[in-house]
T-cell receptor, first 111, second 116 residues
Framework: LAKTTQPISMDSYEGQEVNITCSHN???????ITWYQQFPSQGPRFIIQ???TKVTNEVASLFIPADRKSSTLSLPRVSLSDTAVYYC????????????FGKGTKLSVKP | GAVVSQHPSWVICKSGTSVKIECRSL??????MFWYRQFPKQSLMLMAT?????????EQGVEKDKFLINHASLTLSTLTVTSAHPEDSSFYIC????????????FGPGTRLTVL
């Protein structure tokens, strides 16, 4: 049973900033939040991981409020190649390694 | 770094045969490897978790005698689908955990299994 909730789909246009919010109300004290991207017929690709406040890397930013019950993945200036399914994940069952995938958010970027 | 490979990338077999899929961590030692299955337009479903040198832990509803997992070393895990049937046709994905800090997993490219 997935512990996260995120929108099923989102549409955007090239060059726009996209923010995908995920709720994880039952996140445990030690849990990290991880986001993955998946293209059709490929394995998921790690995007970013965070524990609190803000994390930024070369592809995205992750914003986590103080209560950590939600997180927002921010993709700056998306392009057509960012069209994919994005998964927000928190561990399950007490083990940091157990990741249960929810349905993810299908992002469609239009020209 | 942190590259995971799978072999083969696709396989077609006849019903009743067995198929072995290999998962390798190429540039790191993975304490834990995971096997997922993904049907078309669906999310990944965790099948089992394996640690090197010990028996795999299977998720509820996954037949351990049908999906044999061997984790012989810190860089290799294999999944054998025994007596495959058409309903086993799916996209099988492995991942490996580097085990540092949080729960970061690195995924392989997947193996497309088609059972005729």
């Amino acid at each position: 049973l997935a512990k996260t909730t995120q929108p099923i789909s989102m549409d955007s246009y090239e060059g726009q900033e996209v923010n995908i919010t995920c709720s994880h109300n039952n996140i445990a004290t030690n849990d990290y939040i991880t986001w993955y991207q998946q293209f059709p017929s490929q394995g998921p690709r790690f995007i970013i991981q965070g524990y609190k406040t803000k994390v930024t890397n070369e592809v995205a930013s992750l914003f986590i409020p103080a209560d950590r019950k939600s997180s927002t993945l921010s993709l700056p200036r998306v392009s057509l190649s960012d069209t994919a399914v994005y998964y927000c994940l928190v561990p399950w069952g007490g083990s940091q390694g157990n990741l249960i995938f929810g349905k993810g958010t299908k992002l469609s970027v239009k020209p | 770094g942190a590259v995971v490979s799978q072999h083969p990338s696709w396989v077609i077999c006849k019903s009743g045969t067995s198929v072995k899929i290999e998962c390798r961590s190429l540039d790191f030692q993975a304490t834990t490897m995971f096997w997922y299955r993904q049907f078309p337009k669906q999310s990944l479903m965790l099948m089992a978790t394996s640690n090197e040198g010990s028996k795999a832990t299977y998720e509820q509803g996954v037949e351990k005698d049908k999906f044999l997992i061997n984790h012989a070393s810190l860089t290799l895990s294999t999944l054998t689908v025994t007596s495959a049937h058409p309903e086993d046709s799916s996209f099988y994905i492995c991942s490996a955990s580097v085990g540092r800090g949080g729960n970061e997993q690195f995924f392989g490219p997947g193996t497309r299994l088609t059972v005729l």
